[in-house]
């Protein structure tokens, strides 16, 4: 593989993770009660942004 192939690979693994990640949160909004989403959203936004 070339190493733009492999840069490319990459970028598609982390957006992979970023659509499964957002599904995710999506999915805690619908289950959890109203009072935890923003604490929910907080702490999503905290692990996504130490990446």
């Known amino acids: 593989m070339s190493e ?3 840069a490319y690979d990459i970028r598609l693994e982390i957006s992979r993770d970023e659509i499964l990640n957002k599904i ?3 999915e805690e ?3 959890q009660p109203k009072q ?3 604490k929910i959203i907080q702490n999503y936004l905290e ?3 130490q990446a």
């Open 4 to 6: 733009k192939e492999i």
């Open 47 to 49: 692990l996504t942004h």
């Open 29 to 31: 909004l619908q289950i």
């Open 24 to 26: 995710w949160l999506s």
């Open 36 to 38: 935890f989403h923003n």
